[in-house]
């Protein structure tokens, strides 16, 4: 019986829990999953190819969602953060889970499965900010565009929330640290990549990607956000605790302080 082995899989989720799979079914104490695109293969490192199979990947879900609904959370929150050796650490937190003396999700004594559940309050954080602080610009196709650069691989988590509230306009999210989006066709979400020429943001640079309308309105809405803000009662430091300053350049009402 391997008591080790590395895994080498696509990098998507699904892959990821097929990996997860693998691993229980192959009995491995340890297994050093690796998206292939990050692959270090070892000197004498015993190594296996996962292909995804949405079937395995989906016994594993399954058996952790009867185990604990928190557990899910936890698991695809802190897969989407990106951390280094994450898919280790999550691996050894479904050991944990699937273990004979079942302690949950939230035995913090275990170091890995406080350091997941820490990953996965940060990314949870990290998503709500987005669908906060995402700025839409209206382009001269009529489909409103933003930019976006999370720490964490956010996407997946904030489409159900923006195609419930512009439910009625076409939009793309586009995530420049990660080069791909989503875009909303009035139907459905689709994951896209653009060839981007120029980085738009919401400093109210001119672009030719823009409508003159969309300029005005940033204008009124700055101004708005100027008249309104009482000066003696700013508070710069619990400010930036709530609007940290990385988001600032994607804020009109921001460009004179970027």
């Known amino acids: 019986m391997n008591t080790s082995k590395t895994l080498v899989y696509d990098g998507s989720f699904n892959g990821f829990l097929t990996a997860v799979f693998v691993g229980f079914e192959q009995k491995l104490s340890h297994a050093d999953i690796q998206k292939n695109s990050q692959f270090q293969s070892g000197l004498f490192a015993d190594t296996e190819t996962i292909f995804t199979n949405i079937d395995k990947a989906q016994r594993v879900w399954n058996g952790v969602l009867k185990k604990s609904n928190s557990a899910i959370k936890n698991i695809y929150f802190a897969f989407l953060s990106e951390q280094n050796n994450i898919e280790a650490l999550i691996y050894h937190y479904i050991q944990k889970l699937m273990g004979g003396r079942y302690l949950g999700a939230t035995d913090f004594s275990d170091a890995g499965v406080l350091k997941i559940n820490q990953l996965a309050h940060k990314v949870g954080r990290e998503k709500h900010r987005m669908e906060a602080f995402v700025r839409f610009q209206l382009t001269k196709d009529d489909v409103y565009f933003a930019n976006i650069e999370p720490d964490f691989d956010v996407l997946p988590l904030v489409s159900k929330h923006f195609r419930n509230r512009y439910a009625d306009q076409q939009w793309i999210i586009y995530d420049l640290k990660r080069k ?36 005005e309105y940033q204008d009124l809405w700055n101004n708005y956000f100027k008249s309104t803000t009482i000066k003696s009662r700013i508070n ?12 600032w350049k994607y804020l009109s009402e921001k460009k004179e302080a970027v």
């Open 236 to 247: 710069t430091k619990l400010h930036v605790q709530h609007v940290p300053k990385r988001y």
């Open 180 to 215: 791909y989006g989503i875009f909303y066709d009035l139907q459905t979400v689709e994951i896209i990549s653009l060839d981007l020429t120029d980085i738009h943001t919401n400093s109210m640079e001119k672009s030719d990607a823009f409508t003159h309308e969309e300029y």
